[in-house]
């Protein structure tokens, strides 16, 4: 069976005028933002063609690789390896990690390179098991001149000149045997396949498949992602529990003192059992009732932020942000007002939001109902979430 491998490569990296390399680096300062790598590793695993995907990183940036990757559920992500001296040497030890595996066909792809698109993925591993190498490049367009002192000095023909890119693609086994075999440092792998006698097409790239190199390109790359997400959805739910006898009420993550408490499986904790129910809608993913069944007793009494925090997980999973939420509390009594700051700095730190992003209100039922004879309590909540656009 023919089987396709990638490399990424996330080695030391530039700190564009910060502490955290650009691949650990954000896509828009929007709370819940992926990092560069994040995205770049959900790209390649949306390419059914590639059974694998092995990122090699610099020893020292465990923990935040371990932070990117922590919203990718796919097998076919395999634990990093530590990256060498030089990227040759990085690419070298992948290859090695790779060797049991022994896939037909391995892609090389830069970690700081986010945008490439499955058919790219597909259109060099086809090539590369013709037995050639094959990359992704650019025709060079632009005017081209030699620079001396800071001034244009010569004109330089362009004609037959491309900006290689990644990924780039190669039969496993030559790439392994010209990474192992001595020789001076080289651009990239295409150099070193090519040494050894390979041959390398160039596969027509993507405009969109820039390389994040300074702060500028980073800034692009969060508005290239922004404008991407515009699949956008809204949620709806709704929730009520009774009274029981009590000292407190649970309501938004936050404990009010009243006369009474709520009665319910877990603390009966009305608006965010109405605004997980919301962002489940958003996104298709049933209710509460599905992922955490009153049935089961390991939610007797439970804190409701688990399952809100787990609400925004899915979101998430989903490579997914949420944009608003807004509960509305439907009571006569305790008064709100007094704790409504306390709820949304809650809800806003279960969710990793901004607190602009969270509302709470509060009406009565001019006693009327249910709600108005204070025999219970309801929650409406809403919720605007933005997926990635297919």
Not at 199 to 228: C, H, S, Y
Not at 304 to 313: P, Q, T
Request: aromatic share 4%; net charge negative; glycine share 10%.
């Amino acid at each position: 069976m023919s089987t396709a491998a990638i490399i990424v490569a996330a080695g030391r990296g530039t700190r564009l005028g910060g502490p955290v390399p650009k691949q650990y680096q954000r896509l828009g300062a929007e709370p819940g933002a992926e990092a560069v790598l994040t995205r770049t590793l959900r790209a390649a695993l949306a390419a059914p063609e590639l059974d694998a995907v092995l990122v090699a990183i610099h020893p020292d940036a465990a923990e935040l690789y371990a932070d990117a990757v922590a919203a990718l559920d796919d097998p076919r992500l395999l634990p990093p390896v530590p990256g060498g001296a030089t990227r040759s040497d990085t690419v070298r030890l992948a290859l090695e990690a790779l060797e049991s595996m022994a896939p037909e066909v391995v892609l090389i792809h830069d970690a700081a390179r986010p945008f490439a698109s499955p058919a790219l993925y597909a259109a060099l591993a086809d090539h590369a098991r013709s037995g050639e190498g094959a990359i992704a490049a650019e025709p060079v367009a632009d005017a081209l001149w030699r620079e001396v002192d800071g001034m244009a000095d010569t004109p330089a023909p362009r004609a037959g000149l491309w900006r290689a890119q990644t990924p780039q693609a190669f039969p496993f086994g030559a790439l392994l045997a010209a990474h192992r075999a001595d020789g001076p440092p080289a651009l990239d792998d295409a150099e070193v396949f090519r040494r050894a006698g390979g041959r390398v097409r160039l596969i027509q790239g993507e405009p969109e498949n820039f390389k994040i190199t300074t702060a500028a390109d980073l800034a692009r790359a969060g508005r290239v992602v922004e404008a991407g997400m515009s699949d956008i959805r809204v949620g709806h739910g709704f929730d009520v529990h009774r009274f029981c006898p009590g000292d407190r009420v649970w309501l938004c993550g936050v404990a009010i003192p009243h006369d009474r408490g709520l009665e319910g499986h877990s603390d009966a904790d009305v608006g965010l059992h109405a605004l997980a129910d919301a962002i489940y809608g958003a996104i298709g993913d049933g209710d509460i009732g599905q992922h955490f069944p009153p049935s089961d007793p390991r939610w007797r009494g439970a804190a409701s932020h688990v399952f809100l925090r787990h609400a925004g997980e899915r979101v998430a999973a989903r490579g997914g942000r949420i944009a608003n939420v807004d509960v509305t509390l439907l009571c006569e009594r305790p008064r709100i007002g007094p704790h409504a700051a306390a709820m949304k700095a809650r809800i806003a730190e279960v969710l990793g939001l901004a607190p602009d992003r969270v509302s709470i209100k509060a009406t009565t039922m001019e006693r009327m109902g249910f709600v108005g004879r204070e025999e219970g309590m309801g929650a409406l909540a809403t919720a605007t979430v933005v997926l990635e656009s297919k």
